[in-house]
């Protein structure tokens, strides 16, 4: 199993970048949620955006309306576009699967919590300038 994000690098504030994320090996069910996360030095690692499998998204409140969240369940690949960046969006971001799901009633919901991942990838390097 494998995932691989591509698409960091450094702008300067208020610029735009999209990370993309190519799983393989994994079952349907281990991608009935993806997501990013992201870890800045010396602090711990948070969610950003998760997705379902029918494309319900999730966002941290710092991100929502700058950040969007979209997946190709064809093609196993997942993105973020992240528009309007801002300094303290520095980070290495890291994409994740094979989530432990959490549900309300009869629908399930992915939850934007580190210890529920079960699959990481390796990270890219997001740096924003001011």
């Known amino acids: 199993v494998q995932l691989v994000e591509s698409g960091g690098g450094s702008v300067q504030a208020g610029g735009s970048l999209r990370l993309s994320c190519a799983a393989s090996?994994?079952?349907?069910?281990?991608?009935?949620?993806m997501g990013w996360f992201r870890q800045a030095p010396g602090k711990e690692r948070e969610g950003v955006a998760s997705i379902t499998n029918d494309n319900s998204p999730t966002y941290v409140d710092s991100v929502k309306g700058r950040f969007a969240i979209s997946k190709d369940n064809a093609k196993n690949t997942l993105y973020l576009q992240m528009n309007s960046l801002k300094p303290e969006d520095t980070a290495m971001y890291y994409c994740?699967?094979?989530?432990?799901?959490?549900?309300?009633?009869?629908?399930?919901?992915?939850?934007?919590?580190?210890?529920?991942?079960?699959?990481w990838g390796q990270g890219t390097q997001v740096t924003v300038s001011s």
């Open positions: 090996g994994y079952t349907y069910s281990n991608l009935l949620c």
């Open positions: 994740a699967a094979d989530f432990v799901l959490a549900y309300d009633g009869g629908t399930y919901r992915c939850p934007l919590v580190p210890g529920r991942v079960r699959g």
